[in-house]
């Protein structure tokens, strides 16, 4: 009884509550009819604002929409891969395309019951042969697991070799190209130039100090001819990349790698010749590819029923597998040459902030740094070996390092110290060495009418001046820096890969070493890319193989509006700002009246707004103000040295 009554009464309260909301709402409505009425111009600006907005989310949703037997459609021509990109630069340039992007939608086709099969699109792509490498990685993946990959490229280097992309496009299933290209096989050369002689023309004499005979980056300028140590060096690099090209095509032809070095030794081929040699699979113009090839290739009757599916707008859909999980691994990436302050990838401000910042974050077990850099600053990389080794000690996490193209000289050098190092067969690394060098140009300033005068406190203040060589006293100090630093490196890598000294001393001396090489000499843990350290990750969290991981970039990537704003601190925000601006306000122009209003608008901002930082970074205004400073301190005390130091690694 009582639990009918309590039933009764809820019913009751039911029934008032649904009418005062029916009231209420009703009043609502009538208001907002009756506002509406009083302000047409408002809401006429609402209602096609709003009704813009929903056509163009609901666009945005149809162009994403993943239906039963898609076709990944990957077009990489024109395109440049970088390792990472911000948000804004993504989505207001197409051109610029994430490793990660192309990775994740080929491992996620791979296994997506939707997915039928992949089209690429190839040709002057800009990236590199490791990154290469990966691609191809995926896209064994993706045809292992029983899905087809064609491809097609309008020729194979109308200009110069096209060896290189061939054995990109070895990796498909079909390989499609116009009917009158060429296909440039041809045999892999390096050219180096040597200018000793320009030098000596110009009166100009390089002076250098390196550790050790195989630390060869100073030769162009004092030597005019590879030294023994310089060709045993590059032609162990340049075979190994023939090597790895030849083995993998002969994989596609189904040859041996000394069939294929014969074949490319014959090359380049007429398409024609190539289609009747079987190192292509037909000729045909890209229309017809579209129209013709690629719905007979996946069993579609016409292009009509064949479902293309952009590679960026399927990655929208599925998204990373990396997102979700409580197993965390923090992400750092250090790209280009290793200098002191805030520029760039690898400066030691941003590399060491993004440590901390992993170091600092609790959920984090494992921080994984893809190194990609030929060296740099011998001063910012140790310091950040430093951060790295404080990571392991203090902060208690694992360490990875990822190698891209190359983690060779001072990209060894902050590699070292990880828990494990992986390399990509085309990986170049080692290089553990250091120089220093100057070049004394006074011949050349008198041969021009200009002759320098100095007034010294002692006989080491001409120690870095680019107007006189290395007198004996002077080069003795620079020798003994170097040595200082070269024993220090070695030290490091004794230290970080267990080896005594006189094993580091025997994989120093400057020289470079290809992964597989490295691997035997105990210089790298492990041969393979991205999802191979990840593997490794899973590893050092003692997690099984399939348990969901969340990567985590360091440093944070700015929002879309933090790019916008930019940033006082940093003069790469300022300029990433001052671009992100241009841009927009490129993409307004073509939309007529308001978009070209914001956009005249935005770029006159620009032109009165923009800080003194920014404009010093354009080379002109730099070079004037430049002048006028060496104007001003000429004018109050001559000639005063203010230099860095030299010593590179």
Same mark, same amino acid.
């Given at each position: 009884?009582?639990?009918?009554?309590?039933?009764?009464?809820?019913?009751?309260?039911?029934?008032?509550?649904?009418?005062?909301?029916?009231?209420?709402?009703?009043?609502?409505?009538?208001?907002?009819?009756?506002?509406?009425?009083?302000?047409?111009?408002?809401?006429?600006?609402?209602?096609?604002?709003?009704?813009?907005?929903?056509?163009?989310?609901?666009?945005?949703?149809?162009?994403?929409?993943?239906?039963?037997?898609?076709?990944?459609?990957?077009?990489?021509?024109?395109?440049?891969?970088?390792?990472?990109?911000?948000?804004?630069?993504?989505?207001?340039?197409?051109?610029?395309?994430?490793?990660?992007?192309?990775?994740?939608?080929?491992?996620?086709?791979?296994?997506?019951?939707?997915?039928?099969?992949?089209?690429?699109?190839?040709?002057?792509?800009?990236?590199?042969?490791?990154?290469?490498?990966?691609?191809?990685?995926?896209?064994?993946?993706?045809?292992?697991?029983?899905?087809?990959?064609?491809?097609?490229?309008?020729?194979?280097?109308?200009?110069?070799?096209?060896?290189?992309?061939?054995?990109?496009?070895?990796?498909?299933?079909?390989?499609?190209?116009?009917?009158?290209?060429?296909?440039?096989?041809?045999?892999?050369?390096?050219?180096?130039?040597?200018?000793?002689?320009?030098?000596?023309?110009?009166?100009?004499?390089?002076?250098?100090?390196?550790?050790?005979?195989?630390?060869?980056?100073?030769?162009?300028?004092?030597?005019?001819?590879?030294?023994?140590?310089?060709?045993?060096?590059?032609?162990?690099?340049?075979?190994?990349?023939?090597?790895?090209?030849?083995?993998?095509?002969?994989?596609?032809?189904?040859?041996?790698?000394?069939?294929?070095?014969?074949?490319?030794?014959?090359?380049?081929?007429?398409?024609?010749?190539?289609?009747?040699?079987?190192?292509?699979?037909?000729?045909?113009?890209?229309?017809?590819?579209?129209?013709?090839?690629?719905?007979?290739?996946?069993?579609?009757?016409?292009?009509?029923?064949?479902?293309?599916?952009?590679?960026?707008?399927?990655?929208?859909?599925?998204?990373?597998?990396?997102?979700?999980?409580?197993?965390?691994?923090?992400?750092?990436?250090?790209?280009?040459?290793?200098?002191?302050?805030?520029?760039?990838?690898?400066?030691?401000?941003?590399?060491?902030?993004?440590?901390?910042?992993?170091?600092?974050?609790?959920?984090?077990?494992?921080?994984?740094?893809?190194?990609?850099?030929?060296?740099?600053?011998?001063?910012?990389?140790?310091?950040?070996?430093?951060?790295?080794?404080?990571?392991?000690?203090?902060?208690?996490?694992?360490?990875?390092?990822?190698?891209?193209?190359?983690?060779?000289?001072?990209?060894?050098?902050?590699?070292?110290?990880?828990?494990?190092?992986?390399?990509?067969?085309?990986?170049?690394?080692?290089?553990?060495?250091?120089?220093?060098?100057?070049?004394?140009?006074? %011949?050349?300033?008198?041969?021009?009418? *200009?002759?320098?005068?100095? !007034? &010294? =406190?002692?006989?080491? @203040?001409? +120690? /870095?001046?680019?107007?006189?060589?290395?007198?004996?006293?002077?080069?003795?100090?620079?020798?003994?820096?170097?040595?200082?630093?070269?024993?220090?490196?070695?030290?490091?890598?004794?230290?970080?890969?267990?080896?005594?000294?006189?094993?580091?001393?025997?994989?120093?001396?400057?020289?470079?070493?290809?992964?597989?090489?490295?691997?035997?000499?105990?210089?790298?843990?492990?041969?393979?890319?991205?999802?191979?350290?990840?593997?490794?990750?899973?590893?050092?969290?003692?997690?099984?193989?399939?348990?969901?991981?969340?990567?985590?970039?360091?440093?944070?990537?700015?929002?879309?509006?933090?790019?916008?704003?930019?940033?006082?601190?940093?003069?790469?925000?300022?300029?990433?700002?001052?671009?992100?601006?241009?841009?927009?306000? %490129?993409?307004?122009?073509?939309?007529? *009246?308001?978009?070209?209003? !914001? &956009? =005249?608008?935005?770029? @006159?901002? +620009? /032109?009165?707004?923009?800080?003194?930082?920014?404009?010093?970074?354009?080379?002109?205004?730099?070079?004037?103000?430049?002048?006028?400073?060496?104007?001003?301190?000429?004018?109050?005390?001559?000639?005063?040295?203010?230099?860095?130091?030299?010593?590179?690694?």
């Amino acid at each position: 009884r009582v639990s009918v009554m309590a039933a009764s009464k809820a019913q009751e309260i039911g029934k008032w509550v649904t009418s005062q909301l029916a009231d209420k709402g009703a009043a609502f409505l009538q208001n907002s009819w009756d506002w509406a009425l009083k302000h047409p111009a408002i809401t006429k600006y609402v209602l096609l604002s709003g009704g813009f907005s929903f056509l163009m989310w609901f666009h945005s949703m149809r162009l994403r929409y993943v239906r039963n037997d898609t076709i990944i459609e990957l077009d990489l021509d024109g395109k440049e891969i970088v390792e990472k990109v911000d948000p804004l630069s993504q989505m207001l340039n197409p051109d610029i395309v994430s490793l990660q992007t192309v990775l994740e939608s080929l491992y996620q086709g791979a296994k997506d019951r939707r997915v039928i099969g992949l089209v690429a699109k190839l040709g002057s792509t800009k990236a590199t042969r490791t990154q290469w490498q990966e691609i191809r990685e995926a896209l064994k993946a993706f045809r292992n697991a029983g899905k087809k990959a064609i491809c097609f490229s309008e020729a194979f280097a109308e200009y110069g070799s096209g060896t290189a992309l061939y054995w990109v496009a070895s990796a498909f299933d079909e390989i499609y190209t116009t009917p009158y290209s060429t296909l440039h096989l041809l045999a892999l050369r390096m050219d180096m130039p040597f200018m000793k002689g320009t030098l000596q023309k110009l009166d100009v004499e390089p002076h250098a100090v390196r550790r050790s005979e195989y630390k060869t980056a100073l030769e162009q300028f004092t030597e005019d001819k590879f030294t023994e140590p310089a060709r045993e060096n590059w032609t162990g690099v340049i075979e190994e990349f023939y090597n790895q090209f030849a083995t993998d095509i002969a994989e596609y032809l189904k040859k041996s790698p000394e069939e294929v070095k014969k074949i490319i030794g014959d090359g380049p081929y007429s398409a024609e010749t190539a289609k009747q040699m079987g190192l292509i699979t037909d000729t045909v113009y890209l229309g017809d590819f579209m129209a013709s090839v690629v719905p007979k290739a996946f069993g579609r009757p016409d292009v009509k029923h064949t479902n293309l599916l952009f590679f960026k707008n399927y990655y929208k859909n599925v998204g990373s597998r990396y997102t979700k999980g409580r197993h965390i691994v923090a992400v750092v990436n250090v790209s280009g040459n290793i200098v002191m302050g805030d520029q760039g990838d690898a400066s030691h401000e941003v590399v060491i902030q993004a440590l901390r910042q992993a170091g600092e974050d609790k959920k984090v077990k494992v921080v994984l740094i893809r190194v990609d850099s030929p060296g740099g600053s011998a001063l910012a990389s140790d310091l950040m070996w430093r951060e790295i080794m404080r990571l392991r000690e203090e902060k208690g996490k694992k360490v990875i390092v990822s190698m891209g193209s190359m983690a060779a000289s001072g990209g060894y050098y902050i590699a070292c110290p990880a828990d494990r190092i992986l390399a990509l067969p085309l990986t170049i690394t080692g290089s553990i060495g250091v120089f220093a060098g100057k070049m004394n140009t006074r %011949g050349l300033w008198k041969k021009l009418g *200009v002759n320098h005068e100095d !007034i &010294s =406190t002692g006989d080491n @203040a001409g +120690l /870095l001046s680019a107007l006189e060589g290395f007198s004996p006293e002077n080069k003795e100090r620079i020798e003994r820096f170097v040595d200082e630093i070269y024993n220090r490196f070695k030290e490091c890598v004794s230290k970080g890969r267990n080896m005594t000294p006189e094993a580091a001393e025997s994989v120093a001396k400057g020289r470079v070493w290809m992964a597989k090489k490295a691997l035997e000499l105990g210089l790298v843990d492990r041969i393979g890319g991205f999802e191979a350290a990840i593997d490794e990750a899973r590893k050092m969290m003692d997690v099984p193989a399939e348990t969901p991981i969340r990567l985590r970039s360091f440093p944070r990537d700015p929002s879309i509006f933090k790019t916008l704003l930019g940033s006082r601190n940093s003069l790469d925000q300022q300029k990433a700002s001052v671009g992100a601006w241009n841009t927009l306000a %490129g993409v307004l122009a073509s939309i007529p *009246v308001v978009g070209r209003s !914001i &956009s =005249t608008f935005i770029r @006159a901002a +620009l /032109l009165f707004g923009r800080s003194y930082a920014t404009l010093a970074a354009s080379p002109e205004v730099g070079a004037v103000v430049n002048v006028i400073q060496s104007a001003a301190l000429a004018a109050e005390e001559p000639a005063i040295a203010m230099v860095e130091s030299p010593l590179i690694m």
